[in-house]
């Protein structure tokens, strides 16, 4: 039996997972929110245009991901990526004849990830986990982690129209139905193997495109290396930015007459700029840029010079 989510019924929403409690109410219609423990998922580039290709190559970019198991797979793309998402329909159809909801009460299932509003805060699910985003990515965490989590309600969820079908077997076919599901799997082998080498070549070209962008951009073999090193950049980015803008504003300062600047260092952390000519006093009125804008500086008398230092 195919079960068609139909996103447009009014319908309650729920987040669905093994350790998130739910009460059921047998005469209400819901839109499922499945939990990031119910599913795969991978944040991809791939060298096509059309989502239809992007799910033929689904079962091979998971292919030395996932367990044991038999899986559907579902696409959609986010900015310049996509994201794929791998789950199994028995276990989902097990969970929510666990937690009491009937087939005919789904109008809609769909993932956390598209589901959860505020994916920069973190919601406790249960005692000991919270659902949060990391790196782009929705995903379950210990609750130890976060100190400012709240119990996740309904209003953080979203029903979203990226929806997900379901399909279960409980019926003996018929002949008829038999022959034509032997014909649609002719056509399948047909197609498959006039595709095989096909989707071979598409493999071996992601592969060699991952080898050649790792190698040229001397990347690391994880993310989570991958993702400090562009932190540590992005940080060096900023500081460096700063020290643009700080110098800038010093070499436009509106000096009085007699009043110049004798250097300018940078330690690293700090950059001091050294003035002749100021009197003491007028230091604010130099600097009222500075001020203006709300840029914390320490300034102090050195042998009549005026010292200012920024921090970065």
């Given at each position: 039996m195919i079960l068609f989510l139909k996103f447009r019924q009014k319908a309650k929403t729920v987040f669905l997972d093994k350790e998130y409690s739910i009460t059921v109410?047998?005469?209400?219609k819901y839109h499922i929110v499945l939990s990031p423990s119910l599913y795969w998922i991978k944040k991809v580039s791939l060298p096509v245009k059309y989502l239809h290709e992007v799910n033929k190559l689904a079962p091979t970019l998971f292919e030395e991901t996932l367990p044991e198991g038999k899986y559907n797979y579902y696409a959609y793309k986010e900015g310049d990526e996509y994201l794929i998402f791998a789950y199994e329909d028995a276990k989902l159809l097990a969970l929510l004849s666990e937690k009491g909801i009937a087939l005919?009460?789904?109008?809609?299932?769909?993932?956390?990830?598209?589901?959860?509003?505020?994916?920069?805060?973190?919601?406790?699910?249960?005692?000991?986990?919270?659902?949060?985003?990391?790196?782009?990515?929705?995903v379950v965490l210990p609750a130890s982690w976060f100190k400012d989590?709240?119990?996740?309600?309904?209003?953080?969820?979203?029903?979203?129209?990226?929806t997900i079908r379901l399909e279960q077997f409980s019926h003996i076919v018929d002949k008829k139905t038999l022959y034509q599901i032997v014909f649609l799997l002719f056509l399948f082998i047909v197609a498959i193997s006039v595709e095989y080498f096909y989707f071979l070549q598409q493999k071996e070209r992601i592969e060699s495109e991952k080898s050649r962008l790792f190698q040229v951009y001397k990347l690391k073999p994880t993310l989570m290396q991958n993702s400090a090193i562009l932190q540590s950049y992005k940080r060096r980015d900023a500081k460096e930015q700063k020290l643009r803008a700080y110098m800038i504003d010093f070499l436009k300062t509106d000096l009085a007459k007699g009043e110049k600047i004798?250097?300018?260092?940078?330690?690293?952390?700090?950059?001091?700029?050294?003035?002749?000519?100021?009197?003491?006093?007028?230091?604010?009125?130099?600097?009222?840029s500075f001020y203006r804008k709300k840029i914390p500086i320490e300034t102090k008398f050195q042998s009549d010079n005026l010292v200012v230092e920024v921090a970065l």
């Open positions: 109410d047998p005469a209400q005919h009460q789904v109008v809609g299932i769909s993932f956390a990830q598209s589901s959860l509003k505020e994916r920069n805060k973190a919601f406790l699910i249960n005692e000991k986990q919270v659902i949060t985003e990391q790196n782009g990515i929705v989590a709240r119990k996740l309600q309904e209003s953080d969820l979203v029903a979203s129209s990226k004798l250097s300018i260092t940078y330690d690293g952390n700090k950059l001091i700029v050294l003035f002749s000519g100021v009197k003491r006093g007028e230091e604010k009125a130099l600097l009222s």
